[in-house]
């Protein structure tokens, strides 16, 4: 019997994990590497940071490595307890399984790695699709939410069909036929407003080359979903955002986020430049003191 696989051959499932271990040195903290069983297969996940430290968990963004999200959020690592689960069914080390993002299972998958870790409640940041599972568990299990940052969220709107085909979706095509280094930046600059790092995009590269992409957003969060969600929440958008446009985030999640304590808005893109993401860090670093 076959076992399905996310990427599309060994050599690119290697390449990307190698680009994975390459990233984990650029840190100035060690991790502790866990396995941890749940109902739909292996959880690889990352821990950093002091052992009695409230404890944060970190959710990568889709379609890439969970090392390249956790970079943009490097300055609370030594402040809280960290847990940074590879996504499962995304690029990484956790077990391949395709997950619904459309019901409780991203949910359900969160409660098992709480469970295992100990975990009664946790701080949660999540960016883009990681933010998307956040209000999952926001949607089916929010007594388990202390407070959480959603930084560019899927889940609560998506942008102009038309411009991501036309920004995003074509440059893809172009680069999946012809291996173009010229496609490939362009889809960069359009996701970072020409900002991204050189390493980052070369990971962008090889995952558009090597894996069956996940191609489902999560759940567009419905106001009923969230009626029993009253912990502390964070927005984080982005002025140039493709994906999420900041407009629509805003006034959404004002009307079905029932404890919405803070909303900011950079002007970046969907990829937030060094100088936004010091700007960012602090903005966090402030609601977390408050909230948590």
């Known amino acids: 019997m076959s076992t399905y696989t996310i990427y599309k051959n060994p050599r690119g499932k290697s390449s990307i994990q190698n680009y994975y271990e390459s ?65 499962i069914g995304h690029p990484g080390y956790s077990a391949e399984t395709r997950v619904s993002a459309k019901d409780d299972s991203y949910a359900l998958w969160i409660t098992d790695l709480m469970d295992h870790l100990q975990l009664e409640k946790s701080a949660f940041i999540g960016a883009s699709y990681g933010a998307g599972i956040i209000l999952r568990l926001a949607s089916y299990h929010s007594e388990r939410i202390a407070c959480s940052v959603l930084v560019c969220p899927a889940g609560l709107w998506l ?55 996940e191609q489902d957003m999560p759940k567009l969060t419905e106001k ?16 140039k955002d493709i994906f999420f446009p900041e407009l629509e985030l805003n006034q959404k999640a004002k009307d079905i986020i029932p404890f919405l304590a803070t909303a900011k808005t950079y002007d970046m893109g969907h990829f937030p ?14 609601f977390l003191m408050e909230n948590y």
């Open 23 to 87: 990233y984990l040195k650029t840190f100035e903290v060690e991790f502790e590497r866990k396995r941890i069983d749940t109902r739909f297969g292996k959880t690889h996940l990352l821990a950093t940071g002091p052992q009695d430290g409230k404890p944060l968990m970190i959710l990568q963004g889709g379609n890439c490595i969970n090392p390249m999200t956790l970079s943009w959020f490097s300055p609370l690592l030594k402040e809280y307890r960290i847990y940074a689960p590879d996504t």
């Open 159 to 213: 942008g102009s069909k038309r411009k991501m085909i036309q920004e995003i979706l074509l440059p893809l095509l172009w680069f999946k036929l012809t291996s173009s280094r010229h496609s490939i930046q362009k889809i960069a600059d359009t996701m970072s407003q020409k900002s991204m790092k050189e390493m980052d995009r070369d990971i962008i590269g090889e995952i558009f080359s090597h894996v069956k992409l």
């Open 224 to 239: 009923a979903e969230l009626a029993h969600f009253h912990s502390p929440t964070m927005l984080v958008t982005g002025k």
């Open 273 to 286: 430049s060094e100088g936004q993401l010091k700007l960012i860090n602090n903005d966090i670093k402030v």
